[in-house]
């Protein structure tokens, strides 16, 4: 578990971007300050930053610069990260020291991937944070129960917002790429999770879901478990976007690799979040792409709090 700037390693278990002025494949041009009539803008991120056992020419040491450069391009205030392990969040750390991040490896301790949120300090305040695991014994570490293979899990901080003077709940997590009931369950506990947060305080869930929005890839049912009346808004069509042209799981490919493909990393609100813009980077450095999925991003704003 990493906390501050040391290490907490816990069996107690526990993401938002400043937009900056790099290329996006829709709306999300990070400009305009619209702050006066609600609280100050928070710009979230979602990203897959892929493991580090990719090979060249996509191995973690010919990405990691890119992640940095994207990253410190856009300031985010807080981002939500999957597939990531222990050192290439260390890496990310060193680089980018405005930032904590807090996460858990699903294997328990450092180990397994991570969904880790990482924060700019001089933003937002972690009060408290856990872990759980999409199983049917979701305090259990590395626990699974629906068919997949590989453990799932989600990691929740509740953050007081500099700013504004508001709190609000920040949930990461990647669903199961194999297995639809796994999916559909997971994003059924997701929801009951979240309403056992404190009552009134909005929430942010960001994520790689592995499952479509709309078509024959989304009867898993994960989208309209996770949309339905009372659940969260995709902040996406909150925005206004149609669905993009390409998917936002790319394999190095870049657009044209992605033509036709599903947006299946999602940014969704609950509660007093209005999203002022949405849109999919698809930032690369001389053909390097930082990742094989693109970051979602979102502008959203609550109301101010004092």
């Known amino acids: 578990m990493r906390f501050g700037r040391g290490l ?102 450092s180990h397994g991937e991570f969904m880790a ?60 790429h194999e297995t639809p009931a796994a999916r559909t369950k997971s994003a059924q506990l997701l929801v009951d999770r979240v309403s056992g947060f404190e009552p009134g305080i909005p929430v942010v869930l960001l994520g790689d879901f592995n499952a479509a929005t709309t078509g024959p890839e989304a009867a898993d049912q994960v989208y309209a478990t996770l949309t339905a009346e009372g659940a969260f808004v995709d902040t996406w069509n909150e925005a206004g976007q149609g669905e993009p042209a390409f998917g936002t799981f790319h394999d190095f490919g870049g657009t044209g690799n992605a033509a036709g493909g599903a947006r299946i990393d999602w940014i969704l609100t609950r509660g007093a979040f209005v999203t002022r813009s949405a849109g999919i980077d698809t930032f690369a450095r001389d053909g390097q792409y930082p990742s094989d999925h693109f970051p979602v991003t979102a502008r959203v704003e609550t109301p101010r709090c004092r």
Do not use: K
Not at 65 to 90: F, K, S, W
Not at 130 to 151: K, M, V, Y
Not at 156 to 167: A, I, K, L, M, P
């Open 8 to 109: 907490v390693f816990s069996v107690s278990l526990a993401v938002l971007l400043l937009a900056g002025p790099p290329p996006v494949a829709a709306a999300d041009d990070g400009s305009g300050d619209d702050t006066a009539a609600m609280g100050a803008a928070l710009d979230v991120m979602t990203f897959n930053l892929r493991y580090a056992g990719t090979r060249p020419p996509n191995a973690w040491a010919e990405r990691r610069p890119v992640v940095l450069e994207l990253l410190r391009r856009r300031a985010p205030d807080l981002v939500g990260t999957q597939e990531g392990l222990y050192r290439q969040l260390i890496d990310i750390d060193e680089g980018l020291p405005e930032y904590e991040w807090i996460g858990l490896g699903r294997d328990g301790g």
């Open 117 to 176: 949120v990482f924060y700019r300090r001089d933003r937002l305040v972690p009060l408290e944070y856990d872990h759980f695991w999409l199983s049917d014994t979701p305090e259990a570490i590395g626990s699974r129960s629906w068919g997949n293979r590989f453990s799932r899990m989600a990691t929740w901080v509740r953050f007081r917002d500099r700013q504004s003077g508001c709190e609000l709940y920040a949930l990461n997590t990647h669903l199961d």
